[in-house]
């Protein structure tokens, strides 16, 4: 682009620089030299006489050439100057995924690396777990070898008692010594037996939170998403009760316009009304209130009663417990606070009843 435009301006000065030599050149041919040079006598000069006008007219084609250049290199800037910000704005978009992308993967590097850190570690304990089992088992080896020793040159003794009493003496005392040591490493066999299940408990129970935080993400994820679509239900239920509402009235209207006699009859349809929206209404926020809720197996068969104060606007300002199971109204009143706004009618009246409402949630 940047070129087509250098070449269009510079076919345009082109131009201009031939006209106005043609015009020059028009201007020399046609000048009256008669004054300055004395033809011979005889012949004959014709004098050319220049038309003001052609050369204003030609002048005026010039200026308008030239400032025909100057309007297209001031167009070209322009567009130059939209590539650039257009550039600037993608470079700036650029930047701005890479920099989200290297965040990402520095999270990801940093959890890979606590995890082989974790690994390691459990396996170091494995390692030295299972090379303190093998000292002990040589320990107690070693320790079996004495006490035979021991007990063999015991029996050899025993033969010259009266010389070798106080040697068959000492050699029970290193018997014994020995039994001992290996009663000792015996039980050091048995600790560290019990470390290195430890360990490998451990190990479990790490895996095993690991993999209940992710189903939670999960589950979150997904609580959120149905929280989204009863959001989306509930005002698409709230624009069609609102529509049925202005239908109802206008019917209304025109059914008792004119008959005063029967304002009672008006009163109590009015009540009914308002009672069925507000029943509409609450089983809209109850459904609203179940998609957050993060259902324990527990829960199943429980209830629980919670009062709600909201705005004029359906925006929540209160919530407190009115009864039911203790850990599912605590549930309940967290799956309350998710949703946080709640869509309200139109109807003044119907609105009012349903700023003070009391709920029944029941698990699905």
């Known amino acids: 682009m940047k070129n087509k435009d250098n070449n269009n301006y510079t076919g345009a ?46 002048a005026k084609k010039i200026r308008e050439q030239r400032d025909e250049a100057k309007r297209q290199e001031s167009d070209r800037l322009k ?18 995924r890479l920099r989200e992308l290297r965040t990402e993967k520095l999270a990801a590097e940093k959890a890979a690396r606590e995890a082989e850190t974790e690994r390691k570690r459990i396996s170091e304990a ?29 029996v050899r003794r025993v033969e010259q008692q009266r010389k070798a009493e106080e040697a068959a003496k000492k050699a029970e005392a290193d018997r014994q010594r020995a039994e001992q040591e290996r009663l000792k490493a015996e039980e050091e066999r048995k600790r560290q037996i019990a470390e290195k299940k430890k ?13 209940r935080k992710l189903a939670e993400k999960k589950k979150a994820e997904e609580a959120a998403r149905k ?20 239908e109802q009235e206008a019917a209304l209207n025109e059914l008792f316009s004119g008959l005063e006699s029967e304002s009672a009859n008006r009163d109590t349809a009015r009540g009914r009304f308002i009672s069925d929206e507000k ?41 407190a417990e009115a009864g ?40 699905e």
């Open 13 to 58: 000065t082109v131009i201009s620089f031939v006209l106005h030599g043609a015009l020059i050149g028009g201007l020399l041919w046609g000048a009256d030299f008669s004054k300055a040079v004395h033809q011979p006598v005889g012949q004959s000069i014709e004098a050319v006489v220049i038309d003001p006008s052609v050369v204003s007219a030609q």
């Open 79 to 96: 567009r130059l100057e939209q590539q650039a910000e257009q550039l600037e704005k993608q470079r700036e978009q650029e930047e701005k």
């Open 126 to 154: 494995k390692k030295k777990a299972a090379e303190e089992q093998r000292k002990a088992e040589d320990a107690a080896r070693v320790a079996n070898e004495k006490a035979a020793a021991a007990e063999a040159e015991r």
């Open 199 to 211: 360990a490998e408990e451990e190990a479990r129970k790490a895996d095993e939170e690991r993999k």
């Open 227 to 246: 929280a989204e679509e009863a959001r989306k239900e509930a005002e698409r239920k709230a624009a069609e009760a609102k529509r049925k509402q202005v």
């Open 279 to 319: 029943a509409r209404y609450g089983a809209i926020y109850t459904q609203m209130i179940r998609q957050n809720l993060l259902v324990d197996d527990s829960f199943l068969g429980q209830e629980c009663v919670v009062k709600m104060r909201l705005s004029g606007t359906g925006l929540l300002l209160d919530v």
């Open 324 to 363: 039911g199971n203790a850990s599912l109204c605590r549930a309940t009143k967290t799956a309350v606070l998710k949703v946080s706004s709640f869509p309200m009618p139109e109807d003044q009246d119907v609105a009012a009843q349903l700023q003070d409402i009391e709920l029944t949630v029941k698990p």
